[in-house]
């Protein structure tokens, strides 16, 4: 087989696993896959994916290699606050949930970085497509919760104030569905960091 034949069939993926090769390349050797990747068409991210070299790296893409390296995923946490605008920097690295142990990807595409959440709290993601790939990511609501409920050092309106929450981006928020997913997490000290947070956001709305 060659190359041409392979990236034919793999690229609309941009990344691939193992067993995607020998689903759609039943019997293929997989020193092809070295050879390759010695000739740069591809990289290999972890054991068992790879990506196409040639493939424009971006945010849309390094989240779908979040959602790919670890199963099950969303992205959230500060790279959901980036990518819905209610911070003003963007992220160093992937943030995503998983219901798996706490993990880290170092990979030639970028680091990948995943917090532990109960299963129950699995919930309040979306699967969008965002040039063409598709991406589990937490719902603006979910997205907010995630990252209060996973940052207990957040005691005041001054350690809010230094998360440096867009007023705009919350403005457009369904706060009747973040109530209802709060009463989910059923935990107390979340109750009072969104307490205070909703009265740090009515101080800003209203200046």
Known sequence: MSYLQFREGLLPF????IKDVQKRFPGLD??????WQKKEYIS???NRWYLFT????????LYRISNCLCKPSYISLESALSYYNLIPESVYSIQAITTKKTLLY???AGTFNYRTIKPSLFFGYQALHINELPVLIAEKEKAILDYFYLNPRIKDEKDIAAVRLSKTGTEDMDWNKFSHYLAVFDNKALNRRIEILKSFLSGVNSK
């Open 106 to 108: 170092e990979t030639p």
């Open 30 to 35: 997989t020193r092809r896959l070295v050879e």
């Open 44 to 46: 290999k991210l972890t």
């Open 54 to 61: 040639e493939i424009e790296k971006n945010e849309p893409l």
């Open 14 to 17: 941009h990344v691939f696993s």
